[in-house]
């Protein structure tokens, strides 16, 4: 089994509460990671994970009551990287992960926690190892759904529409009165079905 010399982190995002933030470094101590956690005088926090090569500091900037982290890392230690990957799936973060081995890298994709595609470099080649459809087939599915959604309100008003017409047909007759009532209930089911048609 090829050894892993070292995982880059080229770009990593996560977007968490305070609570999830106490949460994030409770992992990296349960794994046995050093952490230190500064907290800076306009609330930012700076987490620092420490290992034998050296340190990482990730910079949570506050907005309200979220922080968010958007940085860039190379992590040599193989519990640390197993960590980080946790902290990854567990915090739903985004990410572009670059394993790097003996003569070729594996490139892991990460959007909400989950792994989207993987692609093996080596040398000039790039091949997909794997592509999650899934994401978009849910993707898919609801926007089908929407659609579906529409015809059939579309359909529902076209013979509201049309009993309304016969309604009108008779008033003009019948019920004169009636009919400023019904041209204004006409005029809102046309407009509701120009914008479901549009």
Known sequence: MAQRLATNYAKAY???NE???NQFVSLFTNEHISVDVKVC???DRDVIL???NGEIQLSFCRAGNRYSCDSSYLIRDRQLANAMRKAMKTFRGYGIVH???EGFTMVYHYDQGSVVSIQELSGDEETSIFENTSLNAASELE???QQE???REIESLRQETDRWLDLRNWAKGA???KLPAIDARLVSLSQRLFELEV
């Open 175 to 177: 019920a004169p009165e």
């Open 19 to 21: 609570e999830e933030l």
């Open 99 to 101: 394993r790097i081995y």
């Open 50 to 52: 420490t290992d034998h």
């Open 41 to 43: 005088d306009n609330g």
């Open 143 to 145: 926007s089908l759904f």
């Open 14 to 16: 996560f977007t968490v």
């Open 149 to 151: 959604g529409s015809e």
